[in-house]
Each structure stands twice: as C-alpha cells, then as structure tokens.
Nanobody, 116 residues
Framework: QVQLVESGGGLVQAGGSLRLSCAASGTFLRLNTMGWYRQAPGKQRELVADIFTRGNTNYADSVKGRFTISRDNAKNTVFLQMNSLKPEDTAVYYC??????????WGQGTQVTVSS
C-alpha cells in the first residue's frame, strides 16, 4: 500500500513563501515521478511541477522562476519551494507519485491560501 503524506500548506500574504513536503511510503519502483498538482475552486486540477528520480523537472509556465521542485530519493520525499506567491496561486495542492506506466497515487491535499 502506497501512502503520501503532505505538509506545509497554510496562509501567506502575497509576495511571501511556503514550502510543501510530501513523503511517500510503501512499495513502488525506485524510478518514478513525483509532483505537485493544484486545484482552485471551479477549476480543473493542473500540474504545477514534477520531478523524475534522476532529477529531470517540468514546470507549469505560471510558476516558472518562482517555484522550485526538488526531491530526496533516500527519503522518498518531494519538496516544492514556492516564492513570490500570488493570490492566483491559492488552491488545494496535491502530491502525486507515478511509476511503471499506469501506477499512480495521490495525496490528500493541502490548502495554500495567498492573501492580497
């Protein structure tokens, strides 16, 4: 059973920073992609950033230059450093783990609220 435990969400003023963490446990392949998605009220869930085991990263255009994704493979943990936050970054952020084409797990979600 794969589990993802997220932490680090909260309320911050525009221009501030937050750091999200997601720790994976259970059985999955060492080669995998961990990432963060977000869903704002009334909108579809969208990719924020993801990172492969070997360090390849992918970012949404809206967060490039402001957010940084990283991972600690020894601890099966992914981080999202969010700087220069904007009110439009307000959403529930979900951790995602994918491996072996078709295997996927979602975290429970953590609320990020950016006040103007």
């Amino acid at each position: 059973q794969v589990q993802l435990v997220e932490s680090g969400g909260g309320l911050v003023q525009a221009g501030g920073s937050l750091r999200l963490s997601c720790a994976a446990s259970g059985t999955f392949l060492r080669l995998n992609t961990m990432g963060w998605y977000r869903q704002a009220p009334g909108k579809q869930r969208e990719l924020v950033a993801d990172i492969f085991t070997r360090g390849n990263t992918n970012y949404a255009d809206s967060v490039k230059g402001r957010f940084t994704i990283s991972r600690d493979n020894a601890k099966n943990t992914v981080f999202l450093q969010m700087n220069s936050l904007k009110p439009e970054d307000t959403a529930v952020y979900y951790c995602n783990l994918r491996w072996n084409y078709g295997n996927e797990k979602w975290g429970q979600g953590t609320q990020v609220t950016v006040s103007s």
